[in-house]
């Protein structure tokens, strides 16, 4: 199980990239032309996430320099270690429905601290991975065309970011360890 | 509520370094801090470019397209209130193509293009999701993920020694999150109708 895993993990990339390029070319599309001018927006589309970047790994850094982060972790051990559950990991899965920025600046953190080949740096990865950020979606979707009671889908969305966050962590340790 | 968690993060911190004599940790972590934020965006430029680059040979080969076949079906289980030749069916199925393949830039016009026309099918209050929408939401908060290649990108930075081995993990649980979005969203739809008494079922 664990060996057919990681080797769709490695063919999963290369597959991909073989597929798209074939069907490009069924479809008579002038792939090189077309992967230039997509490939333009990446130097913007990184570029701009500079400025949220900056504020959250000074914010994040700083939080972690002080000694705030371990006090935090610390007071949360007791409880998580009973559910199994890092505590290491507690404050990306709760900023990561709120702010990609922010949950992308924690994952940095914990790579710095623990090694992206670490346990923690893997659920982590996956944590960040499985998921869009919930609350930026909704606020995108729903103030698009002024809707002002979402129901449930508030509760919907927050939920299957608790389940992507336990699925994170079973999968990693099924899989990963 | 970015306001409040930047500033709880930056002031705790520093209050806490000022408390346990760690004060010189503040200008150090401010240093580092701001240095790692460019490090990464300016890292990142690599993958992203080369994944845009791929997703715009993909759009263009009508990938979208042929995948709205096979999604057809579960379009017209997952949102029975929408009539199967109205045109919110055909943008709600060419979002589910978008991120079922991972274009997410494609797939957020595209799925504000269909919660538009979702708005014109509500026959009732415009300032409330109709059911569909909380469907579409749940879809795309979700996100099913393919290849997660940003988070490749920031392993690769870190010099990880296999970038892609979160890939087989990720998919598992992207793919669980979704089937828990759309089974909350159906139970919580039915549960708001009978508390509604049966109206607009």
């Known amino acids: 199980m664990n060996g057919l895993v990681s080797l769709l993990s490695d063919w999963a990339l290369p597959a991909t990239l073989a597929g798209i390029l074939v069907a490009g070319v069924a479809r008579r599309i002038a792939v090189y032309d077309a992967f230039v001018t997509g490939a333009k927006e990446g130097f913007t589309t990184s570029v701009s996430l500079i400025p949220q970047l900056v504020a959250m790994m000074v914010a994040v850094s700083v939080f972690r320099a002080s000694g705030a982060l371990a006090m935090l972790v610390g007071a949360l051990h007791p409880l998580l270690a009973w559910l199994h559950f890092p505590p290491e990991l507690l404050p990306l899965a709760l900023l990561r429905p709120i702010s990609g920025s922010a949950s992308l600046a924690l994952v940095t953190d914990l790579f710095k601290t623990h090694g992206p080949d670490s346990f923690i740096g893997r659920a982590a990865s996956v944590m960040q991975g499985s998921t869009d950020t919930t609350l930026y979606v909704l606020t995108v979707y729903f103030g698009s065309i002024g809707i002002r009671r979402p129901r449930y889908a508030v509760k919907v969305g927050l939920l299957s970011d608790l389940v992507s966050v336990v699925a994170s962590v079973f999968f990693v340790t099924l899989m990963l360890q | ?201």
């Open chain 2, 1 to 201: 509520m970015m306001n409040g968690i930047w500033l709880f993060l930056f002031l705790v911190g520093i209050i806490v370094a000022a408390f346990t004599g760690r004060i010189e940790a503040v200008t150090q972590g401010v240093l580092s801090g701001a240095s790692d934020g460019v490090m990464v965006s300016l890292g990142l430029i690599s993958i992203i470019a080369f994944w845009l680059g791929m997703m715009q040979i993909a759009e263009d080969a009508g990938l979208v397209a042929s995948l709205s076949r096979v999604v057809r079906p579960l379009a017209r289980w997952l949102f029975p209130s929408v009539p199967s030749d109205h045109p919110a069916m055909g943008s709600l199925i060419a979002n589910m193509s978008a991120n079922i393949l991972g274009l997410g830039n494609a797939a957020t016009p595209l799925g504000l293009k269909a919660i538009r026309e979702l708005q014109s099918l509500n026959d009732q209050d415009p300032e409330t999701a109709s059911d569909a929408m909380c469907t579409l939401l749940a879809l795309n908060t979700a996100s099913l993920t393919v290849i997660p290649a940003t988070m490749i990108g920031l392993r690769m930075q870190f010099h990880s020694r296999a970038p892609s081995q979160i890939v087989g993990a990720t998919v598992l649980a992207t793919l669980v999150a979704t089937l828990a979005a759309i089974g909350l969203d159906r139970w919580y739809r039915r549960r708001d109708r009978k508390r509604r008494g049966g109206r607009g079922a």
